[in-house]
């Protein structure tokens, strides 16, 4: 099933052919709408030429923070995502040999055990880490024993939790509308 997070074809494509970007779109979705924070990746991949973990980690950091604030900007906070974008990249060369799919796929984990491999990432904590679980259970077809429950209610079926239960522009209407509740359940309380 192709992506359709963005609503841009040309971003999901990028979504779509690289785990790394995938990955990336999802470190940088806080603080900014989520097909901003997702569309970021295609961004960097027109303006550096490849998005590649060993690419990304090697880049000069001045340059990236060029990069990311160059306008339309990649993240509302450029300097720091791209810091982390580039610690991001620098952890997946160092520990998965560059091989960002690794971390999901590598001696055939469990839910619980790429839960703990996400989590250890820079830049995901708990929450951010069960929601790229859904995403690839829900989206990428990742078949890892448990995965729904390592997810938790992100890992529900038909609940409009994330970003991944966004397939078209209705079901992200859907996601808006479960968050908004979300948040206005929390303030009354």
């Known amino acids: ?39 970021g990746p295609a961004k960097l991949l027109d303006r550096i030429g490849a998005l590649d973990p060993a690419t990304i980690a090697a880049y000069d950091p001045d340059a990236l923070a060029a990069v990311m604030k160059q306008p339309p900007a990649v993240h509302r906070f450029p300097g720091s995502m791209g810091g982390r974008v580039q610690a991001l990249a620098a952890a997946i060369v160092d520990e998965w040999g560059g091989d960002t799919a690794a971390i999901w796929t590598s001696g055939d984990p469990d839910g619980a055990e790429i839960l703990r491999r996400l989590k250890a990432l820079p830049g995901f904590g708990e929450q951010k880490a069960k929601i790229f679980l859904a995403l690839l259970g829900k989206q990428r077809g990742l078949d890892a024993a448990g995965w729904r429950e390592a997810a938790g209610a992100y890992g529900e079926h038909g609940c409009y939790r994330s970003v991944a239960d966004i397939v078209d522009p209705a079901s992200l209407t859907k996601v808006r509308e479960t968050k908004r509740a979300i948040k206005a359940a929390a303030k009354a309380s």
Do not use: H, R
Request: aromatic share 6%; net charge negative; glycine share 6%.
């Open 1 to 39: 099933m192709a992506l359709n997070i963005t609503g841009d074809a040309e971003a999901d494509a990028v979504l779509d052919s690289s785990a790394f970007a995938l990955l990336v779109g999802m470190l940088l979705d806080q603080q900014v709408p989520m097909e901003t924070a997702f569309a």
